[in-house]
């Protein structure tokens, strides 16, 4: 039978392998925009890109056997032209970044979306031209915001993250089934559910902050105008109606990010206007 010291041995030694496991690294310079918090990654980036490939791979290929994937070559032009101007930018952030495999999709669907994958693999989705009627600064601005999380390595973050509260979870679950004799799953259980509201939420909402004020620096840096994320976002309200309250949402309110971007679009519009006289 083992003591309680015993259980508190094998704890420690747990929460230690646990948290040496965790490194802190900077994946981007600041900018302009002075976004420098350090991330903490459980996933190793190859691991990442491996599963970031072969989902792109997958829903490339489905969009193609469908006939969606890039049926209106003049909305592809528009999105490749803006993607090429935005691309040279992301060097400010990531040295590494302008020679990554880049490549650019347009997706029909009636979904208001974008993304691009780990590696500069970006799609963007017809309804945000068709139904939204969004200006180049506008797609600009969409697409700015995507290319910002991969740049950041969010979608890296997030998979240590679930790694990590899966590991949390289940030292929850020692704790519970070991001083109160019930079954280990159940504190696993309620730990899921509680750190999901408590930690993975909030941090989500940082990386969409963080995501809008990169964005926005690429975006005036390539020679649109910032400001226009304030309008796409005025449109992309409009669009979603009032959504659900912030604090259980996963992206800042409507409201709390307009002024944000208020902000950021203000400190980065001198860069605009140098590349506006540049060009």
């Known amino acids: 039978m083992k003591t309680p010291t015993m259980k508190n041995g094998a704890l420690a030694l747990i929460v230690t392998l646990f948290l040496t496991g965790c490194a802190t690294t900077t994946t981007t310079t600041g900018g302009a925009v002075g976004v420098d918090r350090q991330q903490t990654m459980l996933v190793s980036a190859a691991e990442v890109n491996r599963a970031a490939e072969k989902a792109y791979t997958q ?65 963007v989705y017809t309804a945000l031209m068709e139904q939204l009627g969004l200006s180049d600064d506008e797609l600009a601005a969409v697409m700015g915001h995507e290319i910002a999380h991969a740049l950041r390595e969010h979608g890296r973050e997030k998979a240590g993250q679930a790694a990590g509260m899966d590991v949390a979870a289940a030292i929850g679950g020692v704790l519970i089934g070991s001083y109160y004799g019930v079954d280990p799953s159940l504190g696993q ?51 979603s109606g009032n959504g659900v309250p912030q604090w259980l949402s996963t992206h800042p ?17 001198p860069l605009y206007k140098a590349a506006q006289r540049n060009n």
């Open 189 to 239: 259980n309620v730990l899921g559910t509680v750190g999901d509201l408590a930690f993975m939420r909030p941090n989500s909402r940082a990386m969409e902050q963080e995501a809008d004020r990169v964005g926005i620096e690429l975006v005036a840096r390539a020679g649109y105008n910032p400001h226009a994320s304030i309008s796409l976002w005025e449109k992309m309200a409009r669009a």
């Open 59 to 123: 829903t490339i290929g489905e969009a193609r056997a469908k006939g969606l994937l890039d049926r209106n070559p003049a909305q592809v032009q528009r999105v490749r032209t803006i993607a090429g101007r935005l691309i040279p930018t992301t060097g400010v952030f990531r040295p590494d970044a302008p020679s990554w495999r880049w490549e650019t999709h347009v997706i029909t669907s009636k979904e208001l979306n974008a993304w691009c994958m780990p590696g500069g693999k970006i799609a």
């Open 253 to 269: 309110s409507h409201e709390s990010r307009i002024a944000d971007l208020r902000v950021y679009a203000d400190r980065v519009d």
